[in-house]
């Protein structure tokens, strides 16, 4: 009876996955799981199907398998199986968690098959050398999980084209929106993590705000993850800075512009502008899961655009465990989830972090990657680590417009030094010494 509760278990995450996958048709390219891994043979002919189509650059979806001969389709348990399957269709940030249960599955069944078969035949009459034997035969479904490697002469080969298609002219990376910034980090660079901290109401969401937009014209597209501030907070802000407008005269039109005809219109071609923008503002993502499929869905929507992910701010993400006595473990986790998605995605991810209160006590408040606060990891998982300071931030009655220096204190690819912006509070935009 255990046995056979075992087995109904594995019958529905087989649908689970494969409900997924005619969701999510891409997915397929990144399946670990063969066709010999299923145990229902409706289920093997599924994905046999699935693959068939996707060889054919037909998507393999619910609609596409329905349409197939009769012959097939009786082979995948009919019209009625089909939909049963899709009903089982949970999120998509399943998929990655039911393969590993039927790869774990497949690999502990075939142990347990091949052990029975060893105490059949043994008979009870099993020596040492014969049970060193059996543990020795069971190694390779330890590993039936894992990718088969890529040898190291194939790596270089693929690094070999990566540099072919580099540029002759411009920049490696992906448009910062400012040219002292591209000239010295060679943009935002695909498959690495930047980190940009800074105390509180410094301008942290203003300066990687200011670069998505900027980048906007370049033909970036920029998905925002914002864990503190709403998306409309987010577009009052954006707003501002493209129309030079006080965000204060932003936030109450019918106060402040509605009388004055000029600025009325920067207003409402700002509008205009903000709504052809190719950008996913999100206030609705709190852990790194999530952020994935988002950022997943973005670059199948849009595959020939750059993208670039904002993160604001790194200690707000969730963690996938949580730990109360090692608050550094969980935002350890959080930054390798991060740098897990501009691998995979061979995208930039910039992330904003704060910065520990320790700061405020020293003479000289130029920050150093020991303020970084909660973590001492994020300085070894990150590939750039850069701070914004302001010299008037303790000020009272400051002036509208302050200098801020872009203190880069860990490049792995590059130089550090410090760039000098111009911040508009005010206006919230950041320019610099080229604009």
Not at 22 to 31: I, R, S, V
Not at 323 to 336: A, F, G, H, K, Y
Not at 357 to 372: I, N, S, Y
């Amino acid at each position: 009876m255990r046995h056979q509760h075992i087995y109904d278990e594995q019958f529905q995450n087989e649908g689970i996955l494969l409900a997924t996958l005619m969701e999510e048709p891409d997915f397929l390219e990144e399946c670990l799981v063969t066709v010999d891994h299923f145990i229902d043979q409706r289920h093997k002919s599924i994905f046999q199907t699935m693959q068939s189509l996707a060889a054919k650059d037909t998507r393999p979806t619910y609609h596409t398998l329905i349409q197939q001969d009769q012959q097939t389709l009786t082979n995948m348990g009919g019209f009625a199986h089909l939909t049963q399957v899709r009903e089982a269709f949970l999120t998509k940030e399943n998929f990655k968690y039911q393969q590993e249960v039927i790869l774990k599955f497949f690999a502990v069944e075939k142990a347990r098959r091949f052990t029975q078969s060893f105490l059949e035949d043994s008979q009870g009459n099993s020596r040492i050398e014969d049970i060193t034997a059996l543990i020795s035969d069971l190694q390779p479904y330890e590993t039936a999980t894992m990718k088969p490697p890529v040898s190291f002469s194939e790596k270089v080969k693929q690094r070999m084209i990566e540099h072919e298609q580099s540029p002759e002219t411009g920049i490696s990376g992906v448009d910062t929106g400012f040219l002292n910034l591209n000239l010295t980090l060679n943009g935002w660079q695909p498959s690495k993590l930047h980190i940009v901290a800074a105390r509180p109401s410094v301008g942290k969401t203003a300066f990687v705000l200011n670069s998505a937009l900027k980048a906007q014209k370049k033909g970036v597209f920029t998905t925002f993850f914002s864990l503190e501030t709403s998306a409309g907070d987010i577009i009052d802000r954006i707003l501002s800075a493209s129309t030079k407008l006080r965000l204060g005269e932003v936030k109450q039109v019918n106060k402040y512009l509605t009388g004055d005809a000029e600025k009325y219109q920067k207003y409402a071609d700002g509008v205009a502008y903000l709504q052809s923008m190719k950008m996913d503002v999100r206030d609705d993502v709190f852990d790194v899961a999530e952020m994935k499929a988002a950022v997943r869905e973005n670059i199948r929507r849009y595959p020939d655009m750059d993208h670039v992910v904002y993160v604001d701010y790194l200690t707000l993400i969730n963690p996938t465990e949580r730990n109360s006595n090692r608050r550094d473990l969980e935002v350890d986790s959080v930054t390798n989830g991060l740098k897990d998605i501009a691998k995979t995605f061979k995208i930039p991810v910039v992330c904003l972090s704060q910065l520990s209160r320790a700061v405020e006590g020293r003479q000289d408040k130029r920050p150093t990657m020991a303020d970084l606060r909660d973590s001492g990891g994020i300085e070894q998982i990150a590939d750039l680590i850069a701070f914004l300071y302001r010299d008037d931030y303790q000020e009272q009655g400051e002036s509208n417009t302050s200098e801020i220096e872009f203190i880069i204190r860990k490049n792995r690819d590059g130089m550090t030094k410090s760039l000098p912006f111009r911040f508009n509070k005010s206006t919230q935009e950041y320019s610099d010494n080229y604009a």
